[in-house]
């Protein structure tokens, strides 16, 4: 009789898979659904024979599968259909389509749609796709034997193939109380994505880092006895980057329109260009551009372009720059006025004393010395714990698969059509929900769901070490960062001497050569005010005797006391450029004014000039002067000028801010 | 070395795994950890740091590669460019720049027998 019942389901069974090759040429939900009823009737039976139930099991897991992908297909069908003629429909019509997708999201939650955790583990693995819901997954590891904790005794789970992705991960984030460690680098990855970035690569490099971080969640959320919770450790925020303040990004201290009374040693190594208007120490009214640049540019010209390398390798050029400077005559295209005509002046500067670039042999010394092994610590806590879980894989979700599903699961999202349609700052959200969904459904709620799989030695490796490790890693990054910052001051604010050599140009008077030494240090007044010092002196190319012209036309001595606080303008955002603020004094001998009538020979100017960053790469400066004379007048002047520089270093991260919402 | 999928690698037992990065408008600020240790750059790289492990298995687990690439006052335009090959073949390349939101990277090669 048993025989006889046996053979009878078999032949049901594969009446059902007839039945099935038909419904795959034209499928319909309720034809699935018909069939999902008599193989579980069949399931139920205890007279069903074994090997049937197992066949029947692995049948039933893929209608299931199947119901669940068609009953998607028709609530996106629904929502693109909606999203296209809302506008046409009336708001009764709308309330249907909303209905019927809505029916269609109830289907899903129904007991037909979700995968027995138990019957799905005990089928044969399956050669087709297993169902997987946030609530249960049906995983081979779950059959595989435990193992201990040795490596030489591992015993690999059985392969796995993808999981299905969980539907309807987009609308919102069901992993709502993530670790933020978790959350924050899920943010990052879809940051990525949305930037175009490859989405497996993206996911792929920080998925056994979330992996990692929701394992720890699962074990820790819910131990028996308090410990410290993965979801108490802060998200991780990458050291920091800050802006350099001490480039000559504009016309040096004597151009037109300059606003600056002193020059600082530093300059732009790569491209530069600064527009100014007002004047100081002359009386004509102007504007000026200046580029600059370096022949280290040059040198990286031989294919390998600015590498590491080639920076070790140029030595002195990289303590050279050039520039030049124009007038600007048509403020909307600045770059036209760089004409031969429009040059006031040009400049060649040598970097004597001193190195203020992180590239610097001293800077990446110190680097090595007291940053990166902090940085190294984080990772060997990671690198460690991805690698136990690894070897100890048969506790655990399998890492592969579970990568495969959440890569699976961006790339149906990225093809929908709401993802296409939505903007850049939804895209992210979506991004990150469907990838916290999808961990938290194939890790925690697996793991959650099969406590009894994560044995006591595993558990308490991960619980009373890796997070505790984790948590001091992190901890000491943040003791570090105060590091790198007072480095990074350091760097800043160390001695600086240059030589510059300008070639001014002058058509009303006569051209002329000025030898400029430039000085800076830090913290040499009162310990707090940042000291910077020129002198120079100028020479006629060519004196002009009837102008009262000698060979040296002046000597001039700046000195300057500045101070730096943080920018309130530019809260939440990269640069991390500050407000600069300068008191200057000038004084200048001007040999042919003397006993000229209307005219000083001494010159002394005050100034106290602001320099406010508005938005990444963009500076505000205001200056207020008073000086005695100028150089063509014996009257008193006050001024107040102000312009705004561009610093060409920040023009990617500039861009790439005016794009953001 | 094969590549499973970016940045997922399977390699022999005894095969040895190259990671060679050159950084491009910024210093040599890259750390990096396998398996719960430090992995230290070959002493001849010190401009293009260059990091080299054997698989060792044992079959069927992975080998994680940890690397956070940083850019302390980089310019505009710099990155990072990284390559991974084999000892017995197979080669693969990604870039780290430095408007990524995302700057560590981590690497897994399975190993098989």
Same mark, same amino acid.
């Given at each position: 009789?048993?025989?006889?019942?046996?053979?009878?389901?078999?032949?049901?069974?594969?009446?059902?898979?007839?039945?099935?090759?038909?419904?795959?040429?034209?499928?319909?939900?309720?034809?699935?659904?018909?069939?999902?009823?008599?193989?579980?009737?069949?399931?139920?039976?205890?007279?069903?024979?074994?090997?049937?139930?197992?066949?029947?099991?692995?049948?039933?897991?893929?209608?299931?599968?199947?119901?669940?992908?068609?009953?998607?297909?028709?609530?996106?069908?629904? #929502?693109?259909?909606?999203?296209?003629?809302?506008?046409?429909?009336?708001?009764?019509?709308?309330?249907?389509?909303?209905?019927?997708?809505?029916?269609?999201?109830?289907?899903?939650?129904?007991?037909?749609?979700?995968?027995?955790?138990?019957?799905?583990?005990?089928?044969?693995?399956?050669?087709?796709?297993?169902?997987?819901?946030?609530?249960?997954?049906?995983?081979?590891?779950?059959?595989?034997?435990?193992?201990?904790?040795?490596?030489?005794? =591992?015993?690999?789970?059985?392969?796995?193939?993808?999981?299905?992705?969980?539907?309807?991960?987009?609308?919102?984030?069901?992993?709502?109380?993530?670790?933020?460690?978790?959350?924050?680098?899920?943010?990052?990855?879809?940051?990525?994505?949305?930037?175009?970035?490859?989405?497996?690569? +993206?996911?792929?490099?920080?998925?056994?880092?979330?992996?990692?971080?929701?394992?720890?969640?699962?074990?820790?959320?819910?131990?028996?006895?308090?410990?410290?919770?993965? #979801?108490?450790?802060?998200?991780?925020?990458?050291?920091?980057?800050?802006?350099?303040?001490?480039?000559?990004?504009?016309?040096?201290?004597?151009?037109? &329109?300059?606003?600056?009374?002193?020059?600082?040693?530093?300059?732009?190594?790569?491209?530069?260009?600064?527009?100014?208007?007002?004047?100081?120490?002359?009386?004509?009214?102007?504007?000026?551009?200046?580029?600059?640049?370096?022949?280290?540019?040059?040198?990286? +010209?031989?294919?390998?372009?600015?590498?590491?390398?080639?920076?070790?390798?140029?030595?002195?050029?990289?303590?050279? &720059?050039?520039?030049?400077?124009?007038?600007?005559?048509?403020?909307?295209?600045?770059?036209?006025?760089?004409?031969?005509?429009?040059?006031?002046?040009?400049? =060649?500067?040598?970097?004597?004393?001193?190195? #203020?670039?992180?590239?610097?042999?001293?800077?990446?010394?110190?680097?090595?010395?007291?940053?990166?092994?902090?940085?190294?610590?984080?990772?060997? =806590?990671?690198?460690?714990?991805?690698?136990?879980?690894?070897?100890?894989?048969? %506790?655990?979700?399998?890492?592969?698969?579970?990568?495969?599903?959440?890569?699976?699961?961006?790339?149906?999202?990225?093809?929908?059509?709401?993802?296409?349609?939505?903007?850049?700052?939804?895209?992210?959200?979506?991004?990150?929900?469907?990838?916290?969904?999808?961990?938290?459904?194939?890790?925690?709620?697996?793991? $959650?769901?099969?406590? *009894?799989?994560?044995?006591?030695?595993?558990?308490?490796?991960?619980?009373?070490?890796?997070?505790?490790?984790?948590?001091?890693?992190?901890?000491?990054?943040?003791?570090?960062?105060?590091?790198?910052?007072?480095?990074?001051?350091?760097?800043?604010?160390?001695?600086?001497?240059?030589?510059?050599?300008?070639?001014?140009? %002058?058509?009303?008077?006569?051209?002329?050569?000025?030898?400029?030494?430039?000085?800076? *240090?830090?913290?040499?007044?009162?310990? +707090?005010?940042?000291?910077?010092?020129?002198?120079?002196?100028?020479?006629?190319?060519?004196? $002009?005797?009837?102008? $009262?012209?000698? #060979?040296?036309?002046?000597?001039?001595?700046?000195?300057?006391?500045?101070?730096?606080?943080?920018?309130?303008?530019?809260?939440?955002?990269?640069?991390?450029?500050?407000?600069?603020?300068?008191?200057?004094?000038?004084? *200048?001998?001007?040999?042919?004014?003397?006993?000229?009538?209307?005219?000083?020979?001494?010159?002394?100017?005050?100034?106290?000039?602001?320099?406010?960053?508005?938005?990444?790469?963009?500076?505000?400066?205001?200056?207020?002067?008073?000086?005695?004379?100028?150089?063509?007048?014996?009257?008193?002047?006050?001024?107040?000028?102000?312009?705004?520089?561009?610093?060409?270093?920040?023009?990617?991260?500039?861009?790439?801010?005016?794009? +953001?919402? | 070395?094969? /590549?499973?999928?970016?940045?997922?690698?399977?390699?022999?037992?005894?095969?040895?795994?190259?990671? @060679?990065?050159?950084?491009?408008?910024?210093?040599?600020?890259?750390?990096?950890?396998?398996?719960?240790?430090?992995?230290? @750059?070959?002493?001849?790289?010190?401009? @293009?740091?260059?990091?080299?492990?054997?698989?060792?298995?044992?079959?069927?687990?992975?080998?994680?590669?940890?690397?956070?690439?940083?850019?302390?006052?980089?310019?505009?335009?710099?990155?990072?460019?990284?390559?991974?090959?084999?000892?017995?073949?197979?080669?693969?390349?990604?870039?780290?720049? /430095?408007?990524?939101?995302?700057?560590? /990277?981590?690497?897994?090669? /399975?190993?098989? @027998?």
């Amino acid at each position: 009789m048993k025989t006889l019942c046996g053979i009878l389901t078999i032949v049901v069974v594969f009446f059902i898979c007839g039945i099935n090759v038909k419904a795959q040429q034209s499928p319909s939900l309720e034809s699935l659904k018909e069939q999902i009823r008599t193989l579980e009737q069949i399931d139920r039976d205890p007279n069903t024979p074994p090997e049937v139930k197992t066949l029947n099991q692995s049948f039933l897991a893929e209608r299931r599968s199947q119901l669940r992908d068609l009953t998607q297909k028709r609530i996106d069908s629904l #929502r693109a259909y909606l999203s296209s003629v809302r506008a046409s429909l009336s708001s009764s019509e709308i309330e249907r389509v909303q209905q019927a997708v809505d029916e269609l999201q109830t289907s899903l939650a129904e007991p037909q749609l979700k995968a027995s955790a138990d019957s799905a583990a005990a089928a044969a693995p399956v050669s087709g796709p297993t169902t997987a819901t946030p609530d249960s997954n049906a995983r081979s590891a779950a059959n595989t034997p435990r193992v201990a904790n040795a490596v030489a005794e =591992v015993r690999p789970a059985a392969p796995q193939t993808p999981l299905t992705p969980v539907t309807d991960c987009t609308s919102d984030n069901s992993y709502t109380n993530a670790p933020p460690l978790l959350t924050e680098i899920t943010e990052r990855v879809a940051d990525d994505i949305v930037n175009g970035k490859n989405a497996e690569e +993206m996911v792929a490099g920080s998925f056994a880092k979330m992996y990692s971080y929701t394992v720890a969640d699962a074990l820790t959320v819910n131990s028996p006895v308090a410990v410290r919770t993965i #979801r108490s450790l802060k998200a991780y925020q990458y050291l920091g980057e800050t802006a350099r303040i001490d480039k000559q990004v504009g016309a040096g201290s004597s151009s037109a &329109g300059t606003t600056s009374a002193i020059e600082k040693p530093g300059f732009a190594r790569l491209l530069g260009f600064a527009i100014e208007k007002g004047a100081i120490l002359k009386d004509v009214e102007g504007s000026s551009l200046t580029l600059s640049t370096s022949p280290y540019v040059l040198f990286t +010209m031989n294919g390998d372009g600015d590498t590491a390398e080639n920076y070790a390798r140029a030595g002195l050029l990289n303590r050279i &720059g050039v520039s030049a400077t124009f007038n600007i005559e048509d403020q909307n295209s600045v770059l036209a006025s760089a004409r031969r005509n429009q040059l006031t002046d040009w400049s =060649v500067r040598a970097r004597l004393y001193g190195d #203020r670039s992180t590239r610097s042999k001293a800077f990446q010394k110190a680097w090595r010395d007291d940053i990166q092994p902090a940085i190294e610590r984080r990772l060997a =806590v990671l690198s460690g714990v991805e690698r136990f879980i690894s070897v100890h894989q048969s %506790e655990f979700p399998d890492l592969d698969a579970t990568n495969d599903q959440v890569d699976s699961a961006v790339a149906s999202l990225m093809n929908s059509a709401a993802y296409k349609d939505a903007n850049d700052a939804d895209k992210k959200k979506m991004l990150s929900n469907t990838i916290l969904c999808n961990i938290k459904s194939g890790v925690f709620d697996d793991i $959650n769901a099969h406590p *009894q799989r994560v044995s006591e030695s595993t558990r308490n490796q991960i619980v009373n070490n890796f997070v505790p490790s984790l948590a001091a890693a992190l901890d000491n990054l943040e003791v570090v960062r105060g590091v790198l910052k007072d480095k990074l001051d350091a760097l800043a604010k160390g001695p600086l001497a240059t030589f510059a050599y300008t070639n001014h140009r %002058e058509p009303a008077t006569s051209d002329y050569s000025e030898f400029k030494f430039l000085f800076e *240090q830090d913290k040499t007044l009162f310990g +707090m005010l940042n000291i910077v010092g020129n002198a120079s002196f100028t020479m006629y190319n060519k004196p $002009n005797a009837l102008l $009262n012209q000698s #060979r040296i036309r002046d000597i001039n001595a700046a000195l300057s006391f500045e101070g730096a606080v943080d920018s309130p303008f530019l809260k939440n955002q990269p640069d991390l450029s500050k407000i600069t603020y300068a008191f200057t004094g000038t004084y *200048q001998r001007m040999r042919e004014n003397e006993g000229l009538a209307g005219r000083k020979p001494d010159l002394v100017g005050l100034q106290f000039k602001l320099d406010v960053p508005i938005y990444g790469g963009f500076n505000f400066p205001i200056a207020l002067t008073y000086t005695n004379g100028t150089e063509h007048t014996n009257r008193n002047d006050k001024r107040l000028n102000f312009g705004f520089k561009f610093d060409m270093d920040k023009l990617f991260a500039l861009t790439k801010l005016i794009g +953001m919402p | 070395m094969q /590549k499973i999928k970016p940045l997922r690698y399977s390699a022999r037992i005894g095969e040895k795994i190259t990671i @060679a990065v050159t950084p491009i408008g910024v210093g040599v600020f890259v750390a990096a950890a396998l398996d719960g240790a430090v992995l230290t @750059a070959e002493p001849d790289s010190p401009n @293009a740091p260059r990091y080299e492990f054997d698989i060792s298995g044992p079959a069927g687990t992975s080998h994680f590669v940890e690397m956070e690439f940083s850019f302390p006052q980089a310019g505009a335009g710099a990155r990072y460019d990284v390559k991974v090959s084999g000892s017995n073949g197979g080669s693969d390349s990604f870039t780290v720049s /430095k408007d990524d939101a995302v700057k560590d /990277k981590g690497l897994r090669f /399975k190993a098989t @027998a």
